[in-house]
């Protein structure tokens, strides 16, 4: 029968950071559409640049969107609604991130179910409206589609990712069909975050 592997699936077998940043950019243009009426695509991709620095302290893919409101606070002190944006570097966010998450949570009122709920809902439009760039936003790690696809044990995916992402990612970039019912994501009953 072989072994079982339960394998992590953001930054182990898929460098999803690309997608996970222009997706939260996204997101949170739709949440605080005032916020961003002025940010031009220089600051965007800088908020995207600064996203690939600060997303080892993501443990759950809405925090992306507070990511990109707290830099983008950080840049435009005109717009600044939370307390601890003001002389905030990176490498303070990287340093006191779950210090940081509650404050602002509660500084912008926000709500992590419904964060989750725009996340899932802006990537499912992406995917709609142009698959291949999502797809192309993401990258599998080299040898992980050929581990999967000659693998002789069990493999489950665990991931803080909604399931449908990350079986669409392994069916359309690594060419791997994991019935879902072993992808174990975020909403799924399965994982508690």
């Not at 077998?13 to 002025?38: H, I, N, T, Y």
């Not at 964060?115 to 709609?128: A, H, K, S, T, Y």
């Amino acid at each position: 029968m072989g072994d079982l592997y339960a394998l992590d699936f953001d930054g182990v077998l898929c460098d999803s950071c690309g997608e996970s940043s222009l997706s939260a950019v996204k997101a949170a243009k739709v949440r605080w559409p005032a916020l961003f009426q002025g940010v031009d695509s220089a600051l965007e991709e800088w908020i995207v640049d600064q996203m690939h620095i600060v997303r080892p302290v993501v443990e759950t893919g809405y925090e992306n969107l507070l990511l990109v409101r707290l830099l983008l606070e950080t840049k435009i002190p005109s717009i600044r609604e939370s307390p601890v944006a003001e002389g905030l570097t990176v490498d303070g966010i990287l340093e006191t991130w779950a210090k940081i998450k509650p404050v602002i949570m509660e500084a912008w009122d926000e709500d992590k179910d419904a964060l989750i709920d725009l996340f899932g809902q802006v990537r499912d439009d992406w995917i709609n409206k142009d698959l291949t760039t999502w797809i192309g936003a993401n990258r599998f790690y080299p040898g992980v589609s050929d581990a999967l696809k000659f693998a002789s044990s069990k493999i489950y995916i665990v991931t803080t990712k909604q399931g449908r992402f990350a079986e669409a990612l392994l069916r359309e970039i690594a060419g791997v069909i994991i019935p879902s019912e072993r992808i174990y994501g975020l909403g799924s009953g399965s994982v508690s975050l």
